[in-house]
């Protein structure tokens, strides 16, 4: 499957943003999505995974109650809103997708198969 990730750019502290990824290729409702991040210097980050279906999501403490994650499967897409921006949330984002389940993939980067190209969001404070 191929992944189009989009909608990164500049935004001040307590700004909000939504990304969107786009899937092509396969049938996106036989992947697990998740959303990661990468700030230089530094190891690629979990940021949100969600099942196939859109039941079941998972955040990690960093931006829960700050970050949603969201799917449609009619559309391809899967999608991440920000909200409460923090200098800290600087980083090159990235869309992923698994084959299997968000459980089984522990989270890990390595789990997932595809990745989009990355899109980068920059909070100024």
């Known amino acids: 499957v191929q992944l189009q990730a989009c909608g990164g750019g500049l935004v001040q502290a307590g700004g909000s943003l939504r990304l969107s990824c786009a899937a092509s290729?396969?049938?996106?409702?036989?992947?697990?999505m998740a959303w990661f991040r990468q700030a230089p210097r530094k190891e690629r980050e979990f940021v949100a995974a969600?099942?196939?279906?859109?039941?079941?999501?998972i955040y990690p403490d960093s931006v829960k109650g700050r970050f949603t994650i969201s799917r449609d499967n009619a559309k391809d897409t899967v999608y991440l809103q920000m909200n409460s921006l923090q200098p800290e949330d600087t980083a090159v984002y990235y869309c992923?997708?698994?084959?299997?389940?968000?459980?089984?993939?522990?989270?890990?980067?390595?789990?997932?198969?595809?990745w989009g190209q990355g899109t980068q969001v920059t909070v100024s404070s």
């Open positions: 290729g396969r049938t996106f409702s036989g992947y697990s």
């Open positions: 992923a997708a698994s084959k299997q389940s968000i459980v089984a993939t522990q989270l890990k980067a390595y789990e997932y198969d595809y």
């Open positions: 969600i099942s196939r279906s859109g039941s079941a999501t």
